[in-house]
């Protein structure tokens, strides 16, 4: 009988190379062979979201992968855990009380929709964990928890969820907050003793819970025991809650362990900067919704010159198309360049450059930073380094890991850690560390 982990192995290479790197990183590490008998291969997969992408891209490309080494046809089976928790939710969502005091604030903006969210590689999985959420609140992933860049589509997506579900049923009391509004609300409830009509409030009656920048909690302990105990109640209740953040629930810093721990429990997942096709497909939407058209030139143009964030490509058409006006012509390329001619994108701050800056000043090879050897002459630079990459670039913990000689993105996590925490301990460190911003800085500026 051909051995299950040989027979994974070939299934994987064969995956591999019908997709893209980041896209089989992020779906392929949580799913682990089980089991081949006879005519049947089982892999065990530790999400709901990824199973049901399988089932959808993969299955049939595994399958025949299975069934050419085997020689036989063979059928794949995914065992995924998560369901029984429905079980739970449903029971419990019996017994919620009816609604007395509803409350029909939304705080929705009906603007940010998923017909109008561009699907890109930097951010399908979180499309698709929230799309999931708006169809069926409650029992896909709770809690949902997005993160990532400043300008990349959490609002967006969150707003999103909020909107489908309600568009299905109009009777779920959907709430969207900011942290900062939450934690403001909670200390004027303090101040006017009316916390108990503040935590009647957030734990009796809401459906779907929104909230957005969750990273402001940070240090503000009040704060976290108060939503940890809002999080335990709508939880077991099997109301919805999706949160985000700037950072992942393990790069947060100043929020109890006990909340960390929660955010995990259901889904994660990031958002990265869109690549090229992406901010071309988010150009054509947002014209369309101006009711304007780029020649492609233009928008390759535009694409290639604001890479950041998306709202900075936004910012930049509205610019293009205001300066057209005032000119009284049509866009065309030489205008779209001397009106961006000052825009100078971060994105240019790349993980290579910054290889380069700490390789210099240590006086050590790039190679010596992608390597794996541990002398501290060599592991604290590249510590350093990932560091750097991690706060001066939008690139993901895997992206980072990948550039660093295909290490894991644990590594860059422990290293970010490690350095964050010296770096108020140790003025050398510091110092170096402002150096080297400057030096990248410096370098981009003449590029
Ligand atoms: P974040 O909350 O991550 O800082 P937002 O959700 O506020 O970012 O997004 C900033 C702007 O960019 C919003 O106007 C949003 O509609 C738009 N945007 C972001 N990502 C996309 C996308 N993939 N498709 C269309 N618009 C997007
Ligand atoms: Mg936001």
């Given amino acids: ?40 291969f089982i892999i065990k997969v530790d999400s709901p979201l990824v199973a049901d992408w399988i089932k959808q891209k993969y299955l049939s490309i595994m399958e025949d992968s299975l069934s050419d080494s085997v020689g036989t046809k063979i059928q794949l089976i995914i065992h995924c855990k998560g369901l029984q928790e429905e079980k739970n939710y449903t029971a419990l969502k019996t017994k919620t009380p009816k609604k007395n005091n509803k409350i029909n604030i939304t705080n929705l903006n009906s603007n940010f929709l998923f017909s109008n969210f ?8 979180a499309h698709a964990a929230a799309y999931a959420c708006g169809q069926n609140p409650g029992h896909s992933y709770n809690p949902l928890f997005i ?35 939450f934690v403001n609300q909670f200390i004027e409830a303090i101040q006017t003793k009316t916390l108990a009509k503040f935590r009647e409030y957030y734990r009796s009656n809401i459906d779907v819970l929104l909230v957005d920048d969750i990273q402001f909690l940070s240090k503000k302990t009040g ?20 949160m985000t953040s700037d950072k992942s629930p393990q790069e947060l810093k100043g929020i109890e362990n006990r909340l960390v721990n929660r955010f995990e429990w259901g889904m994660v997942v990031d958002i990265q900067s869109p690549d090229f096709e992406t ?28 890479r950041d964030d998306v709202r900075k490509i936004e910012g930049a058409i509205i610019k293009l198309l205001g300066y057209a006006s005032i000119q009284n012509e049509p866009v065309n390329l030489e205008m779209a360049k001397e009106c961006l001619k000052g825009y100078v994108s971060s994105h240019t ?8 800056s700490v390789g210099e000043f240590f006086d050590l090879r790039i190679n010596d930073l992608k390597s794996s050897r541990r002398p501290k002459s060599i592991s604290y630079p590249r510590q350093l380094a990932m560091y ?46 402002l150096t080297l911003e400057k030096n990248i800085i410096g370098s981009v500026k003449m590029m």
Avoid at 161 to 170: H, M, Q, S, V
Avoid at 413 to 424: P, Q, V
């Fill in 1 to 40: 009988m051909a051995d299950c982990e040989k027979l994974w192995e070939n299934v994987l290479n064969v995956v591999k190379s019908s997709t893209n790197e980041a896209i089989f990183q992020s779906f392929f590490s949580v799913v682990h062979p089980l089991l081949f008998d006879d005519d049947k």
């Fill in 118 to 125: 561009i699907i890109g590689n930097s951010n399908q999985m």
């Fill in 147 to 181: 993160y990532g860049g400043v300008g990349l589509g959490k609002t967006h997506l969150m707003q999103a969820i909020g909107n489908a579900a309600f568009t299905k049923d109009n009777n779920l009391n959907i709430l969207y907050i900011s942290s900062e509004r």
């Fill in 223 to 242: 704060m976290q025991e108060e939503f940890f105990h809002t999080f335990n109640t709508l939880h077991n209740e099997g109301k919805q809650i999706i």
């Fill in 279 to 306: 901010r071309v497909a988010i150009i054509n939407k947002k014209l369309e919704q101006y009711g304007q058209k780029f020649d492609e030139d233009i928008c390759f143009y535009l694409a290639n010159k604001v």
């Fill in 349 to 356: 701050v790349t993980l290579e450059l910054i290889q380069k």
């Fill in 388 to 433: 750097l990459c991690r706060n001066m670039t939008n690139n993901s913990l895997t992206e980072i890991a990948q550039s660093f000689g295909g290490k894991d993105h644990t590594t860059v996590l422990y290293a970010c850690r490690k350095i964050e925490d010296k770096k108020n301990k140790d003025e050398i460190l510091r110092q170096q560390l």
